[in-house]
């Protein structure tokens, strides 16, 4: 198997603490931005790349899909999914995202939730989901934006007293791997350039539907700890894209 901090008991601990942890969609500060960018599920075969908690695959099913495939390293990930997520169209299966191998044209929608900032080549899986969409296939993915991924760390800069300074951004154009620190460990990550995420799209022939950098609601801004801060860079990337 690959790479898998998320089967790290204390890791999956402290993730399991985390606002869209404990409170799904509505806990996940970029929602309301995915959501707009979503195609229409009714009679659709849903993939979810990286599903985790499954909550994408849940509201594509009681949106009309018939039938959702999420696929996780995560064996935990999946467990959750399972106890939180059941559905009768929904099949849960632990498959890293680069060993998938489905037929062409097997799915109508493909998801992807803050996961491919942790495969080594975005261009590899980009490929396999070209494959599997048919034409005018939906391709609807969020990342980890390159300005956070690009000095490494992903932690503010701080003054002696432990105020926010500001956020680093350095290396951008060196693409790669990266040793960030999240939920106080030590997880590898890697960043690539805006620049590639839409080329690679482009050369797989797809072509751009959506494109945003979420800002967190107004609804969260007061009652998430540090979710002001969120303002101040952007955190995640989210695109929307159609097989031509």
Known sequence: MKENKYDDEVFFEKYKQME???KGLEGAGEWETLQALLPDFAGKRVLD???GYGWHCLYAAEHGAVAVTGIDISERMLAAARAKNSHEVIHYCRIPMEDIAFPE???DIVLSSLAFHYLE??????AKVSAMLPHGGDFVFSVEHPVF???GTQDWIYDGQGNILHFPVDRYF?????EAHFLGEQVVKYHRTLTTYINVLLQ???HITGLQEPQPPVRLLDTVPGMRDELRRPMMLIIAAQKK
């Open 174 to 178: 060196y693409e790669g791997k990266r």
């Open 105 to 107: 044209d097997s799915f």
């Open 149 to 151: 991924t690009a000095y």
């Open 49 to 51: 790349l990286g599903c």
């Open 204 to 206: 797989h022939g797809f």
């Open 121 to 126: 080549s975005f261009a590899a899986i980009v």
């Open 20 to 22: 869209r942890s404990q």
